[in-house]
């Protein structure tokens, strides 16, 4: 494992626990990437391979967990607010900013499956933002809610309403499953899903497989990736052309909205991303070219960390 401190990150009236990996024996101030996890998930399921592999090829990486998810403080717990998530993304990226040995002129964005989404919006409205990853992301709430069940989608649908009624009660969450089998009640039922997320599940992670159930208000409505012909940064879509989760044909249109957008894609699944060394080669690869290379630092030697 690669050395890394623990930080705590304040946001709102809570705190976000994170990793911090800053590249060894760097003399100036360099570049960080902010990362978070997506649907339901914590920094425990995949992302330290991502951060070590951006740690060793000259780049810091700040990995936190959103409020009420992981080791972050919130209540409820299992509350995912995408207004909120994306105020926990502000609050690292200011902190980042603000850390000796960090470059603030040079912070990266990076998500995952619906922090993807998350990444693409805040650059949207952040054009200081240096560069932007994104891989098997969420990018149109409509195309995932048409390729739901829609018996799962009515129940969803009426227990996200319960849920908010509930909150506005002071009531504990409606609580639905993440991620399920096939032909089961949960959010992602795709037969990826359940053995995707519980092979990328660590051993020591507060994972828990199960979300507010209000959040399914939102989903349909969210078009993340609609923007992106207004982004001025680099934006790198790494699509996975067998992901059942989030459909890769909307991710590839974003990339080719953006006017410096770049795409990679993956003859693999929606989860087989956080193993893959090739995409983690390729993300390398694209920051160290942009916040390294192009900001006159020496060429970085694009090194993949090993698997944990």
Not at 77 to 101: F, K, P, S, T, W
Not at 285 to 292: K, P
Request: proline share 7%; net charge negative; with cysteine.
């Amino acid at each position: 494992m690669s050395d890394r401190t623990d930080v705590t990150i304040p946001s709102g009236d809570d705190s976000l626990a994170a990793w911090l990996y800053r590249p060894e024996g760097a003399d100036a101030d360099v570049p960080c990437v902010v990362m978070a996890h997506g649907f339901s998930a914590t920094r425990e399921e995949g992302l330290a391979p991502y951060a070590e592999a951006f740690q060793a090829a000259g780049l810091a990486a700040l990995v936190f967990d959103y409020r009420h998810f992981g080791d972050s403080t919130g209540e409820p717990r299992q509350l995912l607010d995408i207004g909120r998530q994306r105020a926990d993304y502000r609050a690292a990226v200011g902190y980042a900013r603000g850390l000796d040995g960090i470059d603030g002129a040079r912070i990266a964005l990076w998500g995952s499956s619906f922090s993807g989404g998350h990444v693409m919006s805040l650059a949207q409205e952040d054009p200081a933002v240096a560069a932007v990853v994104a891989q098997a992301p969420f990018t149109d709430g409509l195309t995932i809610v048409k390729s739901a069940p829609k018996l799962n989608l009515l129940r969803a649908t009426a227990d996200a309403m319960r849920d908010q009624a509930g909150a506005l009660l002071g009531r504990p969450p409606v609580l639905l499953t993440a991620a399920g089998d096939p032909g089961t009640y949960a959010v992602m039922t795709a037969p990826e899903a359940l053995p995707g997320f519980t092979g990328i599940v660590s051993p020591q992670s507060k994972w828990r497989n199960e979300v507010a159930a209000r959040v399914m208000l939102h989903i349909g409505t969210e078009n993340p990736a609609g923007g992106t012909g207004k982004l001025a940064m680099p934006l790198l879509i790494c699509a996975c052309d067998k992901d059942q989760t989030t459909p890769p044909a909307p991710a590839r249109k974003a990339a080719e909205r953006a006017p410096r957008g770049e795409l990679k894609s993956y003859p693999i699944g929606h989860f087989d991303i956080y193993s893959s060394l090739e995409a983690r080669a390729d993300q390398v690869e694209f920051l160290t070219r942009h916040l390294l290379d192009a900001a006159g630092a020496p060429a970085a030697t694009a090194k993949v960390a090993p698997t944990l």
